[in-house]
T-cell receptor, first 115, second 115 residues
Framework: ETGVTQTPRHLVMGMTNKKSLKCEQH?????MYWYKQSAKKPLELMFV???????ENNSVPSRFSPECPNSSHLFLHLHTLQPEDSALYLC??????????????FGPGTRLTVL | AQSVSQHNHHVILSEAASLELGCNYS??????LFWYVQYPGQHLQLLLK??????LVKGIKGFEAEFIKSKFSFNLRKPSVQWSDTAEYFC?????????????FGIGTKLQVIP
């Protein structure tokens, strides 16, 4: 256990569905991240929240919509996804403010399949 | 922009063999360097990190890595691998600018250790 939990662990959805992924961190960190992990590709950073404000959006399609209501929770809202969006979605958290030294703590991921 | 290259995408070793996984990065400034490991069915976790001081860093489970600034490298080593080291290994670079961290990951190396 890393102190970062994600639900659901597995999700199958159709292209017209709307679903949400949830992430919760119990580490008191002030930054949270969404990553996409696809086979044979580097981990792709999707969104970064620092102190509950979005500070990075790596040109992610608008069908992915993040929400960070407080420093412990992060959501990824999904709608009208495409089959190529099938991947493992990872949430991570870290503590900022010490020269960038701190590692990120990852959740177990949500395995998403889009039919 | 920073980038990370991992040269070996799939490595197969027998138990007790020595391991070296290559990692090169491109970034002109001060960096923090990480190796993460993902065991089958488990979350990404930190193996070791370098941010300053001794360029030879030791991590968990007998792993070590050497930062060679002139070669922009941070290779991971273990003198004698075990079957339980079967996992995927990711090198990551973080520009040490304080505040928000942008971590760039390599594509990963799958290590299979044969008993």
């Amino acid at each position: 256990e890393t102190g970062v939990t994600q639900t659901p662990r597995h999700l199958v959805m159709g292209m017209t569905n709307k679903k949400s992924l949830k992430c919760e961190q119990h580490l008191g960190h002030n930054a949270m991240y969404w990553y996409k992990q696809s086979a044979k590709k580097p981990l792709e950073l999707m969104f970064v929240y620092s102190l509950e404000e979005r500070v990075e959006n790596n040109s992610v399609p608008s069908r992915f919509s993040p929400e960070c209501p407080n420093s412990s929770h992060l959501f990824l809202h999904l709608h009208t996804l495409q089959p190529e969006d099938s991947a493992l979605y990872l949430c991570a958290s870290s503590q900022l403010g010490r020269g960038g030294q701190d590692e990120q703590f990852f959740g177990p991921g949500t395995r998403l399949t889009v039919l | 922009a920073q980038s990370v290259s991992q040269h070996n995408h799939h490595v197969i070793l027998s138990e007790a063999a020595s391991l070296e996984l290559g990692c090169n990065y491109s970034y002109g400034g001060t960096v923090n360097l990480f190796w993460y490991v993902q065991y089958p069915g488990q979350h990404l976790q930190l193996l070791l990190k370098y941010f300053s001081g001794d360029p030879l860093v030791k991590g968990i489970k007998g792993f070590e890595a050497e930062f060679i600034k002139s070669k922009f490298s941070f290779n991971l080593r273990k003198p004698s691998v075990q079957w339980s080291d079967t996992a995927e290994y990711f090198c990551a670079v973080n520009a040490a600018s304080g505040g928000y961290q942008k971590v760039t990951f390599g594509i990963g190396t799958k290590l299979q250790v044969i008993p």
